[in-house]
């Protein structure tokens, strides 16, 4: 293909530098009508591949017929092609429209149609209004004009001359229709054309995609096989991001396959994207792999899979691989990579320091994006200095930074700093709905119960915001963290719309703190109809039984638990030492499982098999040191006095708390410091004198 167009290019050059003397192109005195056709100009324009090919013949253009409408409207629309939008527009803008006088269609239609391959979708309009009313002049239109009303506007002349239900017209107002979030008419359009292609289904596949209707267009994908209609290129692009499970992404994979097009690279690039989604993240990089010609979406598509599945060093080493391939980085590949680093638990505030260096070395913080995605970094990581600084530093803040750092300061339990910096977002931004879910947390987590309440009141009356089940959940909460019981269930009871999982799960997880049985029966509940695999709850709801001397009916909910094959999946605690956050987040599991059947828990088969082996090569040092995991309340409750040792502790442990060591270690620094010593071989033994001293 390369080869291809490269000869096609080089023939072009060839006509333009061997033309003679009596050129076949018109002269510019010719006696010619202006609004020419010179088919053989215009054949010569559309075989260039290249820009350095096409700069020569548009200067010809210029030189011979400067005032060529359909030359100037193809040359237009070929930079377009080659990605020249600027190019284009310049062609256009030296281009006259044609007289009222014109009445042939044609000359109008195709300098639209340039105006819309440059990307210029406002001239066009304008151009399309002055073509229907001479008078009109083609003046810009406010904006809400420009986008749904403006394509309704054109819908309205299509019907009125009969072109509603012409198949390239209606496919043409689906795809309209669908940018602008109008599904409800677009699928009546859909529905009543008497007529229908591949192109048809794809446009209503894509308007339903791009609205996250992502089932309902899965579901309209398999009644368009059903129908027999052929899917193209363009459909499966459109289909791709609707799926999520592994079973559909395998049988989407066999008919693009069965198609040829496994081997396109934007068909490639959505695959990636598919798996990844899928959490079939290795097959996402078989996928990866066999892409020949790589470009920035495919690099980009891997590592937000790498950042989608939490494996933040893959992501890492694939960012460093792209850079040495010399690939030229945009904001999308960055957001990808501090995304990754962001959600991921192996990332350390080291990472973050290396990626936003990075950031300033190359001047890639230009994008609001970037510096937002920043700020939320520092914020996981605990570093709020260096998140403050990146937020003052911005020139411009959106929405999203301001309640990323309002946010950050609540996680961290600096509700009155988030209180100050919401005072002055008021001053500059109207806050939304997601700000003042930062707000409320904020308050929640600081304890202001005062401030809490008269921010959650300014949502109606100073924003017209509506609360939504989240800000009810935040309140929940904030009420919750205080003790305020009976005045958080009163609150649910009022509240104007149904509540949720959120709320309800808010509710219960204050009577954590403060245990009520009443309330947390309650709550767990409607939590159990709304969530009946969500473990967590179940968990939640023992332990309250338990601290509340309810041992029987902590049974009786675990029992409960084990009959609905609800399973708790394992958690675990990561310390960073010398760059070994991985291993040594495996080792405090095997600590804290060791003597437990760990079938019980949901570990990855790699992770169980390495939990096993550091407990037949690790654990022996621990119980010469008589140490032993702390288990969760229920669990301790449920043993013989609770002795010490591990080899008197029986119970099956199914649920991870903090790791600490008894016996002979009296403080967390202590235990953790063992482990660090154990783990690193750095540890001398002790036994002997029975103290283990300052390690």
């Not at 499970?245 to 693009?256: E, V």
């Not at 990075?358 to 605990?382: C, E, H, S, W």
């Not at 950050?408 to 931004?429: I, N, P, Q, T, W």
Request: hydrophobic share 40%; proline share 4%; with cysteine.
């Amino acid at each position: 293909m390369a080869l291809r167009n490269a000869t096609a290019s080089r023939r072009a050059l060839h006509s333009v530098h061997s033309i003679p003397n009596e050129p076949p192109f018109p002269a510019a005195s010719a006696p010619l009508p202006r609004w020419s056709e010179p088919r053989s100009s215009a054949s010569l324009l559309n075989s260039c591949t290249s820009l350095c090919a096409l700069k020569p013949l548009h200067a010809y253009v210029l030189r011979h017929q400067p005032d060529d409408l359909f030359l100037s409207s193809t040359l237009a629309s070929r930079y377009a092609l080659l990605g020249s939008s600027r190019h284009a527009l310049s062609v256009l803008s030296s281009v006259p429209p044609p007289p009222p006088s014109a009445g042939d269609p044609f000359l109008w239609n195709i300098l639209l149609r340039a105006f819309a391959d440059a990307g210029a979708p406002e001239r066009t309009l304008a151009l399309y209004r002055q073509m229907r009313d001479p008078g009109d002049g083609g003046g810009a239109r406010p904006h809400h004009l420009r986008d749904l009303e403006a394509g309704a506007e054109v819908h309205r002349d299509a019907v009125e001359f009969g072109y509603h239900y012409d198949v390239f017209v209606a496919n043409s107002l689906i795809a309209m229709y669908g940018k602008n979030g109008a599904l409800e008419t677009a699928r009546l359009l859909f529905d009543e054309m008497p007529e229908r292609n591949v192109v048809t289904w794809t446009a209503m596949i894509g308007a339903l995609a791009q609205n996250g209707h992502t089932e309902e267009a899965l579901s309209l994908f398999h009644s368009m096989l059903d129908g027999r209609v052929r899917p193209n290129r363009a459909t499966f692009l459109n289909v791709m991001p609707c799926v999520f499970k592994a079973q559909d992404a395998d049988n989407l994979y066999k008919l693009i396959a069965r198609q040829g097009l496994d081997s396109d690279v934007f068909v490639q690039n959505a695959m990636v994207g598919m798996y990844s989604r899928c959490e079939k993240i290795e097959f996402a990089r078989h996928l990866f792999d066999r892409i020949l010609e790589k470009d920035l979406t495919s690099w980009s598509s891997m590592i937000e899979g790498y950042a989608r599945v939490d494996m933040f060093n893959e992501a890492l080493k694939l960012f460093r691989k792209m850079k040495l391939a010399g690939i030229l980085l945009d904001h999308v590949i960055l957001l990808g990579v501090i995304r990754a680093c962001s959600n991921s638990l192996l990332a350390s505030l080291q990472h973050a320091r290396f990626i936003h260096g990075f950031v300033v070395r190359n001047l890639l913080d230009q994008n609001l994006m970037v510096p937002t995605a920043l700020i939320d970094l520092y914020v996981k990581r605990g570093s709020l200095s260096n998140a403050r600084r990146i937020f003052d530093q911005m020139q411009e803040k959106n929405l999203v930074s301001w309640s990323t750092m309002i946010s950050g300061y609540g996680m961290h339990g600096r509700g009155e700093d988030a209180l100050k910096l919401f005072s002055c977002m008021k001053g500059s931004v109207k806050p939304d709905h997601i700000v003042f879910v930062s707000v409320l947390s904020a308050c929640s987590h600081a304890g202001l119960i005062d401030k809490g309440w008269q921010c959650f009141n300014s949502m109606m009356t100073e924003f017209d915001i509506v609360p939504r089940a989240e800000h009810y959940a935040c309140m929940v909460d904030l009420l919750g963290r205080a003790g305020q019981l009976k005045e958080a269930r009163e609150f649910i009871e009022r509240m104007p719309i149904k509540p949720d999982s959120s709320v309800w799960g808010s509710l219960l997880g204050a009577c954590r703190i403060h245990p009520n049985a009443e309330i947390a029966e309650l709550a767990s509940k409607s939590l159990f109809r709304l969530e009946p695999e969500n473990s967590g709850r179940y968990i939640l709801l023992s332990n309250i039984n338990t601290s509340l001397g309810k041992i029987e009916e902590a049974h009786r909910i675990r029992a409960l638990m084990r009959r609905r094959g609800v399973r708790k999946i394992a958690g675990y605690t990561i310390i960073e030492v010398k760059n070994k956050e991985d291993l040594l987040s495996i080792f405090l599991m095997s600590l804290v499982n060791a003597y437990v059947e760990i079938g019980s828990l949901d570990f990855s088969p790699s992770i169980s098999c390495q939990v096993r082996q550091m407990i037949t090569s690790v654990f022996p040092l621990m119980i010469d040191f008589e140490a032993v995991a702390m288990l969760n309340l229920y669990d301790i409750q449920c043993q013989t006095k609770a002795n010490s040792k591990i080899d008197q502790v029986q119970g099956t442990h199914r649920e991870m708390a903090n790791t600490s060591l008894s016996a002979r270690c009296s403080t967390r620094s202590t235990a953790i410091k063992l482990l660090i010593a154990i783990y690193t071989e750095d540890l001398a033994m002790k036994q002997s004198s029975g103290h283990l001293g300052d390690i």
